[in-house]
């Protein structure tokens, strides 16, 4: 079943549907007045709903059942990536949503090659926003993940202090063997709590910004005998994640 998102109240019990939404329902879907979908309203909530008038502007539906299932991971889990090359940010957008993220950061680390201008920032941003919101429609989610502007360092640290939990994956302690501190972090989370975790581009993170985490109390954790790639680490992470509080317990 379809599933949407909207921005209006279930104040009276129904709601109207606009904008792309609209578009997709009507000429993508082909739907008609009497199909049912699912809508997500902005405090999560999920309702099966059934349409009652189609428009030439709007799809208005009513809210039949109240949906209880929990889909959404125990704690909130942010994904810093050093900014990628190409299209690989949109794959752990797309993928990391599909796992259960609660947002995204695109970090400006030493060896991230793409340099975004104010222009192109913008337009990406929106991109990356629209298809957070198509993998959450399609994995059954009731929250959009956040993709948020580019980041540098001291802000992503300064954000840091909001977390309970914050962890850089880093491949050289990866190579030395260190398979702990992952392993410590997924052992400690509790239903609420927030875990930052920081990944590097396509070059890995050099040994100055490894330091600078550090020195905020950073985990430095490796992922694993084997090296990861940057479009594949993070959703590592929210697998393991998944597994720890969904699915071994």
Known sequence: MQRYFVQDEHLDGSVSIKGDDYFHMTKVMRM????????????GQSAYCKITNISNEKVDVTIVEWENEARELPVSVTIVSGLPKGDKFEWIVQ?????GAQAFIPFMATRSIVKLDEKKESKRIERWQK?????????????????HKPLQLQEVIELSRKFTHKAVAYEEVAKDGEVKQFSKILSNLKQGDSLLFVFGPEGGLTAQEIEQFQEHDFHICGLGPRILRAETAPLYVLSAVSYQLELSR
Do not use: M
Request: net charge negative.
């Open 95 to 99: 993928k990391g949503t599909e796992l």
């Open 32 to 43: 008609n007045v009497g199909d049912s979908i699912i809508v997500v309203f902005p405090n």
């Open 131 to 147: 298809i957070a919101k198509e993998a959450a429609e399609q994995s059954q989610r009731t929250f959009i993940p956040q993709v």
